[in-house]
T-cell receptor
Framework: GAVVSQHPSWVICKSGTSVKIECRSLDFQATTMFWYRQFPKQSLMLMATSNEGSKATYEQGVEKDKFLINHASLTLSTLTVTSAHPEDSSFYIC??????????????FGPGTRLTVL | GQQLNQSPQSMFIQEGEDVSMNCTSSSIFNTWLWYKQDPGEGPVLLIALYKAGELTSNGRLTAQFGITRKDSFLNISASIPSDVGIYFCAGQPMEYGNKLVFGAGTILRVKS
């Protein structure tokens, strides 16, 4: 249980284009999902908290118009990097919060999406 | 913002040796989680701790939630080559709701 998938696993795009990344909880419903980015040899940095049916909550310094988050269902959250530039190249990882009483505070991570902007 | 101090930054050990890493915080945490990340993949949850003093094992892994609720350690016994990876501690501060704060990670390399 608690499997999270991401699609695509990697993407290369031209500067100025937009890229959509999907995060799905496969065997449970996730009212809350989280989006992180990770630079090489660094830790995970929380970008935003995605809540089903409501607006995402962004961390300080993260541009909400740049990183659009939609959490339209209990199993799917999407992150769209708009007008991507080379500095947006990174490893983007989503996670979903556990739903059972025992796993309520645990986050289960997707496999990540490697974005390269040329 | 919240910070976790994770140490050591990296370790290069001989296969069969035991490993210990820890995380400390300046504030009280509700939850401590330990994750392992392989290159190019997302973190995988190893152990979750919810109570001060709690000691939990998962195979060769053992982790403890510090009594002061400001620290946690992870031990790996009899290391094997597949233990190679980056280990992250993550904690949930009381005032952060359901968000996690991550340590900087411990890079583990194993000589066989």
């Amino acid at each position: 249980g608690a499997v999270v998938s991401q699609h695509p696993s990697w993407v290369i795009c031209k500067s100025g284009t937009s890229v959509k990344i999907e995060c799905r909880s496969l065997d449970f419903q996730a009212t809350t999902m989280f989006w992180y980015r990770q630079f090489p040899k660094q830790s995970l940095m929380l970008m935003a908290t995605s809540n089903e049916g409501s607006k995402a909550t962004y961390e300080q310094g993260v541009e909400k118009d740049k990183f659009l988050i939609n959490h339209a269902s209990l199993t799917l959250s999407t992150l769209t990097v708009t007008s991507a530039h080379p500095e947006d190249s990174s490893f983007y990882i989503c996670s979903a919060r556990g739903q059972s009483q025992n796993s309520y505070n645990e986050q289960f991570f997707g496999p990540g999406t490697r974005l390269t902007v040329l | 913002g919240q910070q976790l101090n994770q140490s050591p930054q990296s370790m290069f050990i001989q296969e069969g040796e035991d490993v210990s890493m820890n995380c400390t915080s300046s504030s009280i945490f509700n939850t401590w989680l330990w994750y392992k990340q392989d290159p190019g993949e997302g973190p995988v949850l190893l152990i979750a701790l919810y109570k001060a003093g709690e000691l939990t094992s998962n195979g060769r892994l053992t982790a403890q939630f510090g009594i002061t609720r400001k620290d946690s350690f992870l031990n790996i016994s009899a290391s094997i080559p597949s233990d190679v990876g980056i280990y992250f501690c993550a904690g949930q501060p009381m005032e952060y709701g359901n968000k996690l704060v991550f340590g900087a990670g411990t890079i583990l390399r194993v000589k066989s």
